[in-house]
């Protein structure tokens, strides 16, 4: 497993959180071997981290083997990434970009994204 960090957000949190919030967005690689043959797959990680009295706590979540393309990794996590998704909402969000099909990444839908 190979992990790639795709970007970092910092989130304000408004005047009752004086701390800020960050999330960063991982693509994270698996390679796996079935009848002789090489597969690559990859999924997403997000990291939440927030300090609070000094205390850093930490929510991830990891989904693997969303996809094996990596041009459809990068323009989900991308899309993630710019809608700030956390790792609370992570798996419904992922799983509703894989059956909708406006989030059905075609040749097309993926340079335009990329």
């Known amino acids: 497993m190979r992990k ?4 970092t957000k910092n989130i304000s949190c408004g005047d009752s ?3 800020a919030v960050s ?5 994270v ?3 796996t071997e079935n009848a002789g043959i090489n597969i690559t797959t990859y999924g997403i990680e997000l990291v939440k981290r927030q300090k609070i009295d000094g ?19 990068l323009a989900m996590v ?5 809608n700030t998704v956390t790792p609370i909402t992570l798996e ?15 040749d097309n839908d993926l340079e335009k994204l990329a």
Do not use: H
């Open 4 to 7: 790639f960090l795709y970007s």
């Open 17 to 19: 959180i004086p701390e």
């Open 23 to 27: 999330v960063e967005y991982y693509v």
């Open 29 to 31: 690689e698996y390679e």
């Open 55 to 73: 205390i850093t706590y930490s929510e991830i979540k990891t989904i693997a083997d969303v996809c094996s393309s990596e041009r459809m990794i």
């Open 78 to 82: 991308k899309s993630i990434s710019n």
């Open 92 to 106: 419904e969000v992922v799983e509703d970009m894989l059956k909708d099909e406006k989030y059905s990444f075609g």
